[in-house]
């Protein structure tokens, strides 16, 4: 489907208003308000979700292998999950995740 570059421009104003608002409806109407406990407990785990929630799906569902789960993959999120648990620190997880996914693609590579 091809669209014009005017529909294009009207679809990245539409998404940039939209995200203004949805940013907004919480930072400016309600941003000078003190949060209750609950809420500002629960936002501090706001980062731990969104890092896995960008991951998961590059995991399961790989574009390079044609969406199919590859197992390299799957050993390097388990990698990193188990370095982030018995550091207890994300940048440990994250470079032993991308270790042993670096260490098992060459691997597979010399097969």
Known sequence: ????????????GCL??????????????IG????????????RFTPVAVLPGMVAPLVLWPAATGG????????AAFAALAAGFWTRNVVWGI?????????GLGLTALL
């Not at 489907?1 to 990245?12: H, V």
């Not at 940039?16 to 109407?29: H, K, P």
């Not at 199919?68 to 050993?75: A, G, S």
């Open 1 to 12: 489907m091809s669209y014009s570059d005017a529909t294009i421009w009207g679809i990245i």
């Open 32 to 43: 000078d308000r003190p949060m209750p406990p609950i809420v500002l407990r629960l936002l």
């Open 95 to 103: 470079v032993g995740g991308a270790t042993a996914l670096y260490a």
């Open 16 to 29: 940039a208003i939209g995200t203004f608002l949805i940013r907004f409806s919480f930072l400016g109407l």
């Open 68 to 75: 199919e789960p590859d197992p390299v993959r799957l050993i």
